[in-house]
Each structure stands twice: as structure tokens, then as C-alpha cells.
């Protein structure tokens, strides 16, 4: 019995030195700044913060023929994928539901969140269990305007984009049939497919619920999402009192010598081009933008221009995400972008702004905030 407890004490006190040793191992490791293990992905990545889920709180009517001031019209959608109100709606609805990642905790809007102007506040985007991407995640707005989609273009159609994020899995989790059995086994769901796409509502079959017709929905809703009549159109539509005296310097730069048109062109301020200008010349493992959809060797390090319609909502900047600022964007054009880069587009320069014109420009790009889903016409 003596014996017994002896060896209890001892067993014991070995515990709690051992406990001691791992204590002091752990701190010493702290101390000398060595980070503790962290979860990690499959590929030894670290994991971001999964983002937040936002409710919808659009205006419950979304128009699906609005010309937004600004533009002379907009493009028809895919003869195959006619809008319908049944059908953005229903869009709208997976748009905003995590249903379509493969645990349920990330949609579209965590990533296109409306109140950051459907772009999202993180430099590289972060999906699923945390696991981070690539890129930036750009805004998804007056998407209906553009011609390729994605930041290197490998798009063809918002239909085609679509089921990207879902085959992905550092966004949506990379299992498209688990996502579409989730949704198959949603009555709610299955009567919309079928009301949309297979006519007779009576008998709803899950046969409805197919990726193809998922694909179609959110990109009619994604149409539907469009910003114009901003300050800057105002003022082109000759009610010149809506632009402040700074934002109209700013203008004049924009379309003189900053350059700035020579690719922000047109109503939507892009030519749906790729071009380099030199963000992340230097990085070690550099993102080869426009390449790898292409594998044209003239392609490398080329991204689509993007527009900068709602800009000043959709901090940070650029495919990664790097500059904070619209002010920092600016002093980046300033420097000509970044004239090491050996492959630099030549509409680069550097452009010899004062302070000054720095800060008109910046005007400028805030008075190209509009009229949308966000911020309605009253
Ligand atoms: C984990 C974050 C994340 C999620 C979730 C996500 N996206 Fe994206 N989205 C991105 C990133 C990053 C890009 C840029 C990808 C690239 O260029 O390689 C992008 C690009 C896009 C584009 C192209 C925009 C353009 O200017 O070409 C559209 C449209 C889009 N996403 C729509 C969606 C839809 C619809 C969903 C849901 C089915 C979705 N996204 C889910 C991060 C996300
Ligand atoms: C050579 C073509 C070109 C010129 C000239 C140019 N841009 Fe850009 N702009 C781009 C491209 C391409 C990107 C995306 C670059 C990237 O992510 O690597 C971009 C990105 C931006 C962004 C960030 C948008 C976002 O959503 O991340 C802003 C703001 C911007 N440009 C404003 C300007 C202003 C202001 C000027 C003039 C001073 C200008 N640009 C001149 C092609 C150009």
C-alpha cells in the first residue's frame, strides 16, 4: 500500500515535470520568436480568417432593364440565358446562400460583399476552412458589361465564371456534385429550378437542379447588378454643379497627361484589356496574370484593366490585393508603375503629379461612385 503511493507520488511529480519542461520548451520558442504550429492546409499554406457571411439586404426589387446613366445601353444577355425576374431571383438567392460551399460556411457575398462595394476586404481572398487563394476578389459590379472575366481573363462568360468559385477549393470547396446534391434535397430550391428552367411547376423534379442552370441563374443575377449615373456622369450630361472643383482637375488629368484613359476608357473606364503595369515586379514566385489562361509567353504578368466604377468602396487594390489606398494607387502611377519591370506596358510613364493633382485624381476616382443596388435612386 506504502509502496503503491509512493509510486503515485512519483508517477505524478515525473507528470508535472515533464508538463514544467513542455512549458519552459513552449515560451523558449515563443521568446525566440519561432511561431507555435498552426493549423495548416494540405499544402502547408497558413490559414486566413473565414470570411463573413452577409445577409442580403438589397432593395427586394431588383430592376432587369435599368440603363444606368452613363451607358448607351446594355449588352443582351446569352441567347440561351434570357433574364428573367424568376430567374435573377432566384440568383440573388444562391448568391447570398453558403449552401454552395461544401461546408456551409462561405457564398459568393463573403467573398463579393455588397457593403464593400461586392469586392472584399481581404488582400487574397479567404475561402473554405480558411484556406487562402490567389488573388484579390474583385467587385462583381456592371459585370454585364464586360467582355472576359477574371482578373487573367480565363472567362468567357459570367455563366461560365460561376461555377469557378465552386470548383475551387480554396473558395467554394471544390465538390460541385456535393453542392448540387445539398440543393436537391431543398424543396424550396427544387420548385424554383423547376419554375425557371423545367416549366411545369406542378411536378418539381431535382433533375432541374443541374450546375448548368445553377450557373445560369447566378449570372442573371450578377447582370442585374449594375452602377452608373454617378457625379461624373452628371457632370458629362452637362449639370455641371455636380462635380466639386477638385474632382474636375482630376478629370482633366485623368484624361490628359495621368494617362489614365489610355486603358480606363469608355463608359465602364476599361478597354477589357490586359496590360502590365508592374504590380508585384520583384515578388518571389510571381503571379503570371494573363499567361496562364493563355500560355503566350507575350501574355506574362498582364491583367484585365478593371473598372473603376465604385472604386472608392473596394479597398485593397489590385489582383493582390496590395495597394490599401486610392491615394496609394495614385503615387503607384505617379513612380510610372514600376519602370523596372522589363516588361512593363508601354502606356506607362512615370507623370510628374504634384501633391496636389495627386489629390484631384483621388476626387475623381470618388465622384465615379453611382447609382446601384447599394445605393439606389431616390
Ligand atoms: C473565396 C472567395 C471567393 C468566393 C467564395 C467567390 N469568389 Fe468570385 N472571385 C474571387 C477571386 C479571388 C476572383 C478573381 C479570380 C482570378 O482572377 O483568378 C473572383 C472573380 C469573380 C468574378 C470575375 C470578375 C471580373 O471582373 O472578371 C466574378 C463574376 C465572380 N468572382 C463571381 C462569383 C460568384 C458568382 C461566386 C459564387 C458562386 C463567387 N464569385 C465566389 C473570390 C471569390
Ligand atoms: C497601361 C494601362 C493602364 C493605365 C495607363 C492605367 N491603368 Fe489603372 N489599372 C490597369 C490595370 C491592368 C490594373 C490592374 C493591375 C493589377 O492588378 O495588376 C489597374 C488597376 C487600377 C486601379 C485598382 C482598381 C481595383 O479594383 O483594384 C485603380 C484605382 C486604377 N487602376 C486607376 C488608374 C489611374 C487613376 C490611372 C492614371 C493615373 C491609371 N489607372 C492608369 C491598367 C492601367
Redesign the pocket.
Known sequence: MKLYFSNRVRQQSSLSRCLLLFTVVLSAASVCGWALPTAKTDDDKPLGKV?KLPVDSLPAKISTTKIPGGFNGIPAAPADNATTAEKVSLGRK??FDPI??TDGT???A???QPDHGFA?PDP?????GGKI????????IN?VF?K????????DS?EQ??????K?E???GGNVELVLENIRKNPEYVQQFQVVFGGDAKSPTPEMVTAENLAKA??SF?RTLTSGNSKVDRFRAAEYEALSKEARQGLWIFESRGGCWKCHSGSNLTDEAFHNTGVGFGKSGRDQGRFEATKNPGHEFQY?T??LRDVEFTAPYM?DGSVKTLREVVEFYNRGGDPNDPSLDKKMAPLNLSEKEIGFLVEFLKALSGESVLNPAN
Open positions: 470570411p444562391l448568391f454552395l460551399s462561405v457564398s459568393c463573403s467573398c463579393h472584399s487574397i481572398a479567404v475561402g473554405v487563394g490567389k488573388r484579390n476578389a474583385p467587385t462583381v459585370r464586360g472576359k472575366f477574371s482578373w487573367d481573363g480565363r472567362d459570367l465564371q460561376a461555377l469557378g468559385p465552386l475551387s480554396t473558395e467554394l447566378i449570372a450578377e484585365k478593371p473598372t489582383h
